[in-house]
């Protein structure tokens, strides 16, 4: 909350942790391993691209070997082609391995690259797969916690509301605390369990009530 914020529009700015400790510590933890089990899978799918790009060695090798080949056989296809009378057809041979040359440098190149797009496509979905889960699960909750604190913000002082709210979220354990029969205390108007009900619904969205908060201005019968 920055400090230009009225009392009026208190905590109504975008909040991204909770104001209780503990509910931060779990927030901050939730984001924690969120990011680390996104770095850990983008490491395996770099080894793993780093794994099938190997494969393209054999695809190298042959690339080289026709090259190499194309080449020998264009030299010694001029050198023969100077000889009187029989040049012609002496070349015809060597232009044959030469073109051969070529399908091998070809294949060479072909094999690269299906490797290449194989190991690509295979990282992204080693990758995209467990951390588009993962930010399926950890997304909308933590969104949603977002919008409900801050309309929480803006609405920080209807302790009604959030006393109201407390009867219908928390859990009969936590209501019982709070005395014997809360829900008859607040149809009553009793300020005293209004507020600690208000304080119980705010203190479980990881936020710190007002430091004196406005008397309920209503009471219920």
Excluded: K
């Amino acid at each position: 909350m920055t400090a230009g914020c009225a009392r009026a529009t208190r905590m109504s700015c975008m909040r991204l942790y909770a104001q209780t400790s503990s509910r931060r510590a779990r927030q901050a933890l939730g984001d924690l391993t969120l990011l680390v089990w996104c770095i850990a899978w983008i490491l395996i799918a770099r080894f793993l691209h780093g794994l099938v790009s190997d494969l393209a060695g054999p695809g190298r090798l042959l690339e080289d070997a026709g090259r190499d080949l194309t080449g020998s056989m264009s030299e010694v296809s001029a050198a023969v082609g100077d000889v009187p009378v029989a040049g012609d057809a002496l070349e015809a041979p060597f232009d044959l391995a030469g073109g051969v040359g070529d399908g091998l440098r070809e294949a060479g190149l072909a094999q690269q690259d299906i490797v290449a797009t194989l190991a690509f496509w295979l990282a992204v979905v080693i990758a995209i797969l467990p951390i588009g889960w993962a930010l399926f699960r950890w997304l909308p909750a933590r969104v949603r916690w977002i919008r409900e604190a801050a309309a929480a913000g803006r609405m920080i002082d209807d302790v009604e509301l959030f006393a109201l709210r407390a009867l219908a979220n928390r859990s009969l354990s936590e209501l019982a605390s709070l005395g014997q029969a809360p829900a008859a205390a607040l149809w009553s108007g009793d300020n005293t369990i209004i507020l600690a009900l208000a304080r119980l619904e705010i203190a479980a969205l990881g936020l710190r009530p007002p430091v004196q908060p406005a008397e309920p201005s209503t009471t219920f019968s």
